[in-house]
């Protein structure tokens, strides 16, 4: 079981000059030109701007795919011994520091007979998923496929097939994209550094270069055997054993095999946590990894980006991990990336037997009931243009001739009025998109934007989408926060301005709150415009695991509450703090600040003043 075969390779002289040429050929028969002229130094996977977006068109234009982590982990289900781990079910061999020698017995257990690759394939398009990423190798070092370089793979199992070639020909056949994630680090692999104390197989000193070479041979049989692949999805890159240097040479090793190939930024070291930034002038790869959160504003023009999420607590199958999102929030995280510009990348792990698991099937083909109605609203869509939506989100598609606004619709308006805020641009048309007949609604426009008549009853409390069409270019300002026409004033978190360390504004459309509120020193403030006096009763909605206390401040009063114990920080209750009276008109601040004793953190949605009539 602990057989490998390594080819050695050299990386220097004239191997290494070799491999560069080809990789600059293979890049330049996939129309992709020598950065320099003959005698400089060459970047054998440049590529014009061009070039580069019809590389990626195909991942902007999808928007959405399945995550699928499967291997010997799906056999143990989150249990060793009799005994649960609390960690991720893929990371068990880690987290309970399973002995390899121990861990090769799941095996002969790996034999997942009720395995169906086209079934698999059918339920990821059903939900309107556009691509399919699957662990082809985990940090455990077991390979999905039937590798000639070592024992350590599905061959080895009574499974005597290949679920990746089966999955390929599914892919081909419902026109879906198949991806591949592979893991650099690999606990199991003699010459992987560092080794792990708990690897009782191995022998031999550790070579990062051998290794290094092995890694290459496993992506060379996974770009040759299975035919286009539309991305790599590394993982396992924070290790100090792992450096710029291999990471890129790892991304043009790749793109030689395959020019047209994806590649993420876990290829280098430049990622900054689970927010999957690319930090650094010199990084590697072609898109960020946000992982279990969704960035509050995106990472900008021209910086492609996917979140990759749960749907429970855990990646691999837990057989015990019953903490299953809803599907409103699932379709929410879906809008939520689009309108900044990103992909949600939604995970299913499978069991030991095969078989996705039966509260992903049926979100995800409630998810693709929505996606029958609104996958216009998603699919080739650009972010949102406005700063701040009260009521939910907007995905755009631009054309010469003007724009189509989405208008996602999280929080339908009770009095049918749907304002887009500092939309100047006259309105052609607006329809529900759920209208097969595309019905005109009544628009509006006043100083404040655009108001658009809607039924009062919303189409889906998912979300609903108001289909808004406009000439010309965007024209849209920045509304100033002010007082509504009935004196109410509503203040939320996207408006905020934090102040201190780590505290800052979370964007999923789960939170839509301040969070990280980890320091007491740290405070929240909002600068808006009052137009009448009077007594105003304040009403507050947040979050806490524990509750602690904090303070109101507006006008020169005070008020004090208690942050509600909900258990979570994305389940947001509302709190009546009292009533305050203002004297005067005109620029006004409000904060909202921790009382130090005891402090315990929270999340912050909204401040609501309602007059006192």
């Known amino acids: 079981m602990n057989k490998f075969k390594v080819v050695k390779r050299k ?82 061999m880690q987290n309970v520091q399973i002995p390899v020698s121990q861990y090769a017995k799941l095996v002969p257990q790996f034999n997942p007979v ?26 455990d070092g077991f390979g999905l496929f039937p590798s000639e370089l070592t024992d350590w793979c599905i061959k080895s199992t009574p499974f005597q097939r290949d679920p990746l070639k089966e999955l390929a020909a599914a892919c081909e056949a419902e026109g879906v994209k198949l991806c591949f994630y592979h893991s650099i680090m690999d606990w199991h692999h003699p010459e992987y550094a560092p080794r792990r104390n708990w690897n009782d197989v191995a022998q031999g000193e550790t070579n990062m270069e051998h290794y290094n070479d092995y890694l290459k041979g496993e992506l060379k049989e996974l770009l040759t055997h299975y035919g286009p692949i539309g991305l790599l999805w590394f993982d396992g890159q924070w290790e100090k054993t792992w450096n710029y240097e291999r990471g890129r040479d790892l991304y043009g090793f790749v793109r030689s095999l395959q020019p047209n190939i994806i590649v993420n930024n876990r290829v280098g070291q430049d990622r900054a946590g689970k927010a999957g930034t690319i930090e650094s002038q010199d990084h590697i790869g072609d898109y960020g990894t946000p992982e279990q959160e969704i960035p509050a504003t995106g990472f900008g023009p021209g910086v492609d980006w996917e979140s990759c999420m749960t749907m429970n607590d855990t990646w691999g199958f837990k057989k015990n991990d019953q903490n299953w999102k809803s599907t409103q929030t699932l379709i929410r995280n879906l809008i939520d990336c689009a309108s900044k510009g990103g992909n949600y990348l939604l995970n299913v792990g499978p069991s030991g037997e095969g078989l996705i698991p039966a509260a992903s099937v049926q979100r995800l083909a409630e998810i693709g009931q929505w996606m029958q109605v609104n996958s216009e609203a998603v699919y080739d869509t650009q972010a949102s243009p406005f700063k701040r939506l009260a009521w939910g989100r907007c995905t755009t598609k631009v054309t010469p001739e003007g724009a189509m606004l989405y208008l996602h619709v999280f929080n339908w308006p009770r009095d049918g009025k749907l304002v887009v805020p500092g939309l100047k641009n006259k309105a052609q048309a607006a329809y529900l998109l759920a209208d097969s007949k595309h019905q005109a609604l009544r628009t509006k426009r006043s100083d404040n934007g655009l108001t658009i008549t809607v039924p009062t009853a919303a189409p889906d409390a998912n979300s609903s989408t108001v289909v808004l069409k406009v000439k010309g270019a965007l024209d849209i300002v920045v509304a100033p926060l002010t007082q509504n026409a009935d004196g109410s004033l509503e203040l939320h978190a996207y408006d905020a301005i934090c102040h201190g360390n780590q505290i800052r504004y979370e964007a999923a459309a789960n939170k839509d709150a301040i969070g990280y509120w980890l320091d007491p020193d740290a405070w929240v403030e909002w600068q808006f415009n009052m137009k009448r006096t009077g007594k105003y009763t304040v009403t507050v909605a947040m979050s806490a695991v524990e509750s602690g206390a904090f303070i109101f401040e507006m006008g020169g009063q005070k008020l004090q509450g208690m942050a509600p114990k909900t258990g979570d920080y994305s389940k947001l209750q509302e709190v009546e703090l009292g009533t305050i009276e203002l004297t005067s008109v005109g620029k006004t601040a409000l904060s909202v600040k921790a009382v130090k004793e005891g402090w315990q953190p929270l999340n912050l949605r909204s401040v609501r003043l309602r007059p006192v009539k």
């Open 114 to 139: 009720k395995f169906d690759a086209r079934e698999w394939v059918r339920t990821a398009k059903g939900a309107g998923m556009k691509y399919i990423v699957i662990t082809t190798k985990h940090h």
């Open 11 to 92: 990386v220097n002289g004239a191997t290494g000059v070799f491999f560069s040429l080809a990789v600059m050929c293979c890049a330049m028969m996939a129309g992709a030109q020598p950065a320099t002229s003959i005698g400089e130094t060459t970047d054998p996977y440049a590529e014009t701007p061009v070039q580069h977006d019809a590389r990626m068109k195909w991942f902007r234009e999808a928007r959405f795919g399945m995550f699928i982590h499967w291997g010997l982990y799906s056999v143990a289900a989150g249990e060793w011994d009799g005994k649960p781990d609390p960690g991720a079910g893929e990371w068990i």
